[in-house]
């Protein structure tokens, strides 16, 4: 496809109508996505038209990565650009309506939430198409080997709670819940992702669209590998790296400064387990009916047995109220955890809404003192109030970490990352189909990794004017730190994150010959990060105190934004096309653009209904589109499970099966007949897995020491892992951990890991 073809998006031809009869202006989306390293920059291109006979004002809400740094907006319309500008939020809302009011068109991009903004497309006349183009930067997350990439492409309905409702302002009501289209809308989505990742590529792999991929060393280009799908879950790209996980520095000019990232790896010192409190809150709301609970209970199980003895744990389930399986969190033994499997077994997506206040709150009370409370949050995040539950979790950073699991095909970011962000601890996205272990493991792992809460960086003679954050986060071994700042010069130093002992934890290297790059992308994610640190910290809260300062802060915020070009909670691009004569003439019809309904939202399966779960202001928003041709959009709904054709040259597409899939992975039902000590007990089951027939047989070829049944289950069960899962060890290392150390306490050495090519006999000798 060429660039052109993708900056103005084609639309579908279905020709679906709103449920009032009027055509959908909205036509197609293109995205087009530039990877360098660590930073993205990306084009977002919304082509509309009007098929009426008089002149319409289109409004589409749509989503952005949260904290995106939105830096960019323009419109064509036929041979004319128009740029936009950047003004105070309130200034460019009256040239807006200024220019409506006079009859020239005019066009306005407003931030509703951290990762929800609003397109107007004011006076578009009959037969007339805009192209709305909307550039921001952002940047990739880590994984374990490599990074990931997620673009968000629809608004899930959103739980507000009524007490927070009353108080909102209708507008932002209606900009934060658009019109849920019932059967699919009728623009699609046509994407490309251009990659320079710094390291050789290994694998692309996208689980939630059939892609096409071409990769050169260092370099990869990605594409649909089908035309125009729906808009209705994350667009999640995962670039496998052969050298992931490298500190390093990239820098580019900011004025007559220059503005830097600053990667860290930290390692930390290895330190005795204290006991700990872990708490499970597990969203039990109507949106997650279905694919989204199942998700869920399936990262839950893992969790829990992937806990140790000296812990004590407990679980929450939520909805509009709350279920705890314990009064208060339990010792982790075999009876309390059968307990808690069998309790959650029996669970549902039946709460009704996602009241998230009450059941955080709770929890966080309850922290004992002499114990660290760790939490595991698993939800959709689809709440209206977000910025009370996030500031609930600064407020009790002190005494807790939060680690999030986002959870669906349209999970909040601000929500899921925001919570984690405050409290020291991380998120992860699980979307439905995605392999849920890697990601539970890497969770469970930090939990019990060696963490920090008083490092410090050490600049090594940089003189950084402005670094965000201020203040480095609590952090664990395996974390990856980024550290944005702007700085007058560069000089050869090693910027260093130390210790409260004055250890150095991890190192940053600059080189003063560093190549300085042209454009402008890190120093507005610098900007962008500081303004979401004032408006954090700045304007969370009510006491007086923050009242007062509110003035100032939000000076600080309109200075930024406005210096810097980005849209932000007090800022919005607006442009104006003036008109002459006759076309200024005729009243304006409003057209809010319909968003396609999240697939498997509410447990729904090709978006056909919206169940009664959904809040009274969703439901008053939600719109059936009609097809008058001959397709529906539900042709373009269904997603299957994909697989992988290779090419000569190099690359692959990504494609839906034309086959069945290989058999059943049994690494969840091997995990699951794990015992809470880390023990296995030795029957059929576990028998059938290790393809032993005979097991007195099996006995009798062995040492005498090992033919304790519980003691050669779990030496079968760790060969099974290594044998049947040995790429994937990041994956059980907490588990064969727990089995080890239950060995070692019946007098067992560590056996040694199992080659490839060895016999289960041969190796039980060898141990």
């Known amino acids: 496809m060429s660039r052109k073809s993708r900056n103005n998006p084609k639309g579908s031809g279905y020709g679906l109508v709103s449920s009032g009869g009027e055509p959908v202006p909205l036509k197609g989306v293109s995205i087009d996505i530039g990877i360098r390293g ?211 520095a990239a820098v580019c000019r900011d004025g007559s400064a220059l503005a830097m990232m600053l990667r860290f790896r930290p390692v930390l010192p290895a330190a005795a387990k204290e006991p700990r409190d872990v708490v499970f809150i597990v969203d039990r709301s109507g949106s997650m009916s279905g694919e989204s609970f199942e998700e869920a209970r399936s990262a839950l199980l893992l969790c829990l047995k992937s806990l140790e003895e000296g812990d004590r744990f407990n679980v929450v389930g939520f909805g509009s109220g709350m279920e705890e399986m314990f009064p208060s969190p339990v010792p982790y033994n075999q ?168 250890s150095t934890i991890a190192e940053c290297p600059v080189d003063a010959a560093l190549e300085v790059a042209d454009d402008r992308t890190i120093a507005l994610l610098l900007a962008r990060e500081y303004i979401s640190s004032i408006e954090m910290n700045g304007l969370s809260g009510g006491s007086a105190q923050t009242a007062r300062k509110r003035k100032t802060v939000e000076s600080l915020i309109l200075s930024t934004a406005l210096e810097y070009g980005l849209v932000s909670s007090m800022t919005s691009y607006v442009a104006v096309e003036e008109r002459e004569g006759e076309d200024g003439k005729g009243e304006v019809g409003l057209r809010r653009v319909p968003v396609a309904l999240t697939r498997g939202w509410g447990g729904t399966s090709s978006g056909f209904r919206i169940p009664g779960i959904v809040p009274l202001f969703a439901m008053s928003r939600g719109v059936l589109l009609k097809p008058v041709g001959k397709k529906s959009a539900e042709c373009r709904s269904a997603m299957p499970a994909m697989s992988t054709v290779a090419f000569d040259d190099g690359g692959y597409d990504q494609v839906p099966e034309s086959k069945p899939s290989a058999g059943p992975d049994h690494f969840m039902e091997l995990v699951g007949l794990q015992l809470a000590d880390g023990s296995w007990k030795l029957g059929g089951d576990l028998a059938a897995l290790a393809g032993v027939d005979d097991l007195e047989a099996l006995k009798a070829g062995i040492p005498e020491c090992l033919r304790e049944d519980e003691v050669l289950a779990t030496l079968l069960a760790l060969f099974l892992l290594h044998r049947d899962f040995a790429g994937r060890a990041d994956e059980w290392a907490l588990i064969a951990g727990k089995a080890l150390k239950w060995l070692a306490g019946r007098g067992v050495p560590k056996p040694p890991d199992p080659s490839a090519d060895i016999e289960l006999a041969d190796w039980l000798k060898s141990v």
């Open 38 to 248: 660590a930073a993205v920059l990306t084009t977002v291109s919304q082509r509309f038209r009007n098929d009426e006979q008089s002149p319409i004002e289109a409004l589409y809400s749509f989503p952005l990565e949260e904290n995106s740094s939105v830096c960019g907006f323009e419109v064509e319309i036929g041979a004319r650009r128009i740029k936009g500008r950047v003004e105070e939020r309130e200034k460019a809302f009256e040239i807006y309506d200024e220019a409506m009011k006079k009859g020239d068109s005019a066009f306005l991009l407003d931030q509703n939430r951290p990762d929800i903004f609003s397109v107007s497309v004011g006076r578009l006349l009959p037969g007339e198409e805009a192209v709305v183009r909307i550039t921001y930067t952002g940047r990739t997350e880590r994984f374990d080997k490599g990074f990931r990439l997620r673009v968000p492409t629809t608004i899930s309905p959103r739980y507000i709670p009524p007490e927070k409702a009353a108080g909102m302002d209708p507008a932002e009501l209606d900009a934060i819940l658009p019109p849920v289209a019932v059967g699919g809308v009728p623009y699609g989505l046509s994407l490309a992702v251009d990659i320079v990742a710094g390291s050789a590529i290994r694998t692309v792999s996208c689980p939630s669209f059939p892609i096409r991929v071409s990769i050169q060393g260092e370099k990869a280009q990605v594409g649909l590998a089908v035309r125009e799908p729906q808009l209705d879950q994350d667009f999640v790209l995962e670039v496998e790296l052969a050298e992931p996980g490298k500190a390093g």
């Open 335 to 502: 009876e309390n955890l059968d307990r808690a499997v069998a309790v959650a077994a029996g669970w549902n997506a039946d709460l009704g809404g996602t009241e998230i206040l009450t059941p955080l709150k709770a929890v966080l009370d309850k922290a004992a003192e002499e114990r660290m409370l760790e939490v595991l949050l698993l939800t959709d995040g689809e709440v209206g109030n977000e910025a009370d539950v996030i500031e609930l979790a600064r407020r009790n950073g002190s005494k807790a970490r939060v680690f999030t699991f986002g959870i669906g095909r349209g999970a909040s970011g601000t929500l899921v990352r925001g919570v984690a962000k405050a409290t020291g601890g991380t998120a992860e996205f699980i979307l439905p189909g995605e392999r849920i272990e890697p990601k539970v493991m890497r969770q469970m792992a930090r939990l019990s990794a060696p963490f920090s809460t008083d490092a410090r960086l050490d600049w090594g003679g940089l003189e950084p004017t402005l670094a965000v954050p201020e203040e480095l986060p609590a952090f664990c071994t395996g974390d990856e730190i980024d550290v944005l700042c702007r700085i007058p010069r560069l000089e050869s130093t090693v910027v260093k994150i130390v210790g409260a002992d004055g």
